[in-house]
């Protein structure tokens, strides 16, 4: 069974970091391409972040280039997002996932499998 559990979300201060872990099980993670999404509240669950399996090329989306950083330590099984420079508009339910495809990375329906997500919160 395919469990991915996020953790590492809560209430930030605008300008702090926050580092979101996502603990992949059941299928072969270093063969995994691993993206971050995130849905804010009434509106529709957009592209994070993404690590690509084999070579780990990383793309970000442009609301986060230069602030979000994505991670992957394939011997402890996980993805990470470390998040720099929050801002209130970052306020959303993070998800991880994972896809056997290296196109449409941008895509959710690339991704075969979904954690339950984590929230985050940024006061400003």
């Known amino acids: 069974q395919v469990q991915l559990v996020e953790s590492g979300g809560g209430l930030v201060q605008a300008g702090g970091s926050l580092r979101l872990s996502c603990a992949v099980s059941g299928r072969t993670f270093s063969s995994s391409t691993m993206g971050w999404f995130r849905q804010a509240p009434g509106k529709e669950r957009e592209f994070v972040a993404t690590?690509?399996?084999?070579?780990?090329?990383?793309y970000y989306a442009d609301s986060v280039k230069g602030r979000f950083t994505i991670s992957r330590d394939n011997a402890k099984n996980t993805v990470y997002l470390q998040m720099n420079s929050l801002k209130p508009e970052d306020t959303a339910d993070y998800y991880c996932a994972a896809a056997f495809s290296t196109t449409g990375w941008w895509l959710e329906t690339t991704y075969a499998d979904w954690g339950q997500g984590t929230r985050v919160t940024v006061s400003s």
């Open positions: 690590v690509m399996r084999n070579v780990g090329s990383t």
